[in-house]
């Protein structure tokens, strides 16, 4: 039942959006569609708990690179400002810019770089799990 009443939501919430769409100037553009990360993976299916929705703001200065990092959970992000560099361990390379989106890789070792000369500004959504940690980093 949970899960029909997400998927209602998102279907209404796209609904509103596409019948605003053109009134009154409002332009809806999807970014992106898909049921697969940046790298081809296909995404997990959704559990049945409790979800736990995060939103972050992340800013990471000029030569700076996170470290070697997996997600348990579906994330999805948009590039605000700068570039950002994102690394797998098997060697995928994606190149971020902004105004760019990204559906992240789930439970796959990987960390970003900021090559640039500006800060990197990216919101990333975490669609979580109650008691599930959004990042784990390699020891």
Not at 28 to 52: I, N
Not at 73 to 100: A, S, Y
């Amino acid at each position: 039942m949970k899960r029909l009443t997400v998927i209602l939501c998102l279907v209404f919430l796209l609904s509103y959006g596409i019948c605003l769409a053109g009134e009154d100037g409002i332009d809806v553009k999807v970014l992106t569609k898909t049921g697969s990360s940046w790298d081809g993976s296909p995404l997990p299916e959704y559990k049945s708990v409790k979800p736990e929705i995060t939103i972050l703001k992340i800013t990471i200065p000029p030569g700076v690179a996170l470290p070697m990092h997996k997600h348990p959970v579906i994330n999805l992000g948009f590039m605000l400002k700068g570039e950002l560099k994102v690394f797998t361990e098997e060697g995928k390379v994606l190149h971020l810019k902004e105004g760019d989106p990204i559906v992240e890789v789930v439970d796959t070792w990987h960390y970003g770089k900021n090559e640039g000369t500006s800060p990197a500004v990216i919101i990333v959504f975490y669609t979580g799990y109650e008691n599930t940690p959004l990042t784990i980093y390699r020891k």
